[in-house]
């Protein structure tokens, strides 16, 4: 990985981070709509912005793996489930969004690597689809 990678990592994890303060935000006044006697402290608060902005900054920063010309697919797919897993199970432990208990961190992991490989097969296909329209159109 290149010192451009990563900036270009650090500039999009930049970029977007933002939006995770903004959803944590609205999921916070959206639960508490629902709930009469909600409380969440100061630091419960400071703590779910921090991960929101975390989470949306590993997200987006991940993105730029795709564009490293000399990485396989299965590389950057790769590199960007690691590190999105550990960011995602991080935020959810540290915040108590799922108890520290190997079966539910067994079914977080699961449920989060199906998910990657699904959106991630998706996208793949839909590429080589519109790689191949766009190939015949040249021809």
Do not use: P
Request: glycine letters at 10%; charged letters at 15%; a positive charge.
């Amino acid at each position: 990985m290149s010192k451009k990678d990563i900036k270009e990592f650090l500039l999009r994890g930049a970029l977007f981070g933002g939006l995770g303060s903004i959803i944590v935000g609205f999921v916070l006044w959206m639960v508490s709509l629902g709930i009469d006697d909600f409380y969440l402290s100061g630091g419960h608060i400071f703590l779910a912005i921090v991960s929101g902005y975390i989470l949306a900054f590993v997200q987006a920063g991940t993105t730029a793996f795709h564009q490293i010309e000399s990485w396989s697919v299965v590389k950057s797919c790769g590199l960007q489930l690691l590190l999105l897993y550990l960011a995602y199970l991080g935020a959810y432990l540290i915040n108590s969004w799922i108890e520290f208990r190997w079966e539910v961190v067994l079914i977080f992991s699961g449920i989060f690597i199906v998910t990657y490989l699904l959106i991630c097969s998706i996208v793949i296909i839909v590429i080589k689809c519109v790689t191949k329209k766009l190939n015949s159109k040249l021809k």
